[in-house]
């Protein structure tokens, strides 16, 4: 009986020594996730390193997860915010600030009247394209550039064709019933008349193309009534807003230089008189000009040769 009793308390002892091993290798860890603020953060992801996600935070940012012995790092992530490693060690209580993504929320755009503001304050639709990028592009007309760069503006490059012809840009479509649905143009703060120089037959473009695209800062596109509100019923089309680049402070001297060299080739073309010259007037004229249509001579010469009268 006895050696039977030895054994069930070593098996007793073997049982709790294990469980207390295992309770050792696990460990538990709670904390509260803010911003920059001291703001709860709710929905924040947590994942072990190089693992998947072991929980959330809640209402009140706070979270509790349970570790391995080999885990010691947790990443924490929230849209718009940077992730954030933190190394664990020996604590069991965290308290962790997310800073908010440059990319995102920091991000400054220029809106209307000039003023700069973070996109996470705005509480309209802005696109700003970089004046780099649309410079790339070799285009005469700036209007041009913006072709599939900003979701909702459709160009409409249905002039008489060539190098210099107009075009016509429309944000989010016809806004009204009119011929003229295009939105207003501002550069650094003074709105450009963008009207459109045609003839019979001839077509001079817009004004928008005798600016050098190198200028560019930024263009924004202000779309929607609310963005264009502080230039009133003028940008009930939008507005496009150009920012020109200004000096600033560099290390050493930079030159850039750009050159682009463009040549219209059409496919086919009207003919044209090339063995003889059209001359000052050009066109046929059936008037006095024509001497060869109303000759300066009396026809009753012509007619009645012999008389007295007329001859």
Do not use: H
């Not at 979701?151 to 003229?180: F, H, Y």
């Not at 600016?211 to 929607?224: I, P, Q, R, T, Y």
């Amino acid at each position: 009986m006895k050696p039977k009793f030895t054994s069930l308390i070593l098996m007793l002892l073997f049982a709790f020594s294990g469980t207390a091993g295992f309770a050792q290798q696990r460990k538990a860890v709670t904390g509260t996730v803010v911003d920059e603020n001291g703001l709860a953060l709710q929905g924040v992801s947590i994942a072990i390193k190089g693992g998947v996600t072991i929980g959330v935070t809640d209402a009140q940012g706070g979270f509790s997860v349970t570790l391995g012995p080999s885990q010691n790092t947790l990443v924490f992530s929230f849209v718009g915010y940077e992730t954030a490693e933190i190394p664990v060690g020996s604590q069991t209580m965290l308290s962790v600030s997310l800073k908010p993504s440059v990319a995102e929320s920091e991000a400054i755009v220029v809106t209307a009247l000039g003023i700069t503001k973070q996109k996470k304050q705005l509480g309209f639709s802005v696109t700003e394209v970089k004046g780099s990028e649309l410079s790339r592009t070799n285009e005469i007309n700036p209007i041009n550039a913006l072709q599939g760069r900003v979701a909702g503006v459709q160009i409409d490059m249905g002039g008489a064709g060539g190098l210099m012809a107009n075009s016509k840009i429309i944000i989010r479509g016809n806004s009204t019933l009119g011929t003229n649905n295009q939105p207003i143009f501002v550069i650094d703060g003074v709105i450009m008349d963008n009207d459109i120089f045609s003839g019979t037959g001839r077509d001079f473009g817009n004004d928008l193309k005798n600016l050098n695209m190198e200028d560019f800062e930024s263009v924004s596109v202000l779309k929607g009534s609310a963005a264009a509100a502080l230039y009133g019923t003028r940008a009930v089309n939008g507005v496009i807003l150009i920012t020109t680049k200004k000096g600033k402070q560099q290390k050493g001297i930079g030159v850039t230089i750009n050159q682009s060299f463009n040549i219209t080739d059409p496919y086919a073309g009207p003919d044209f008189q090339n063995e003889f010259g059209g001359g000052t007037v050009g066109d046929f004229f059936t008037d006095a000009r024509d001497p060869n249509y109303k000759p300066t001579e009396r026809w009753t010469t012509k007619v009645f040769p012999t008389d007295p009268i007329s001859g």
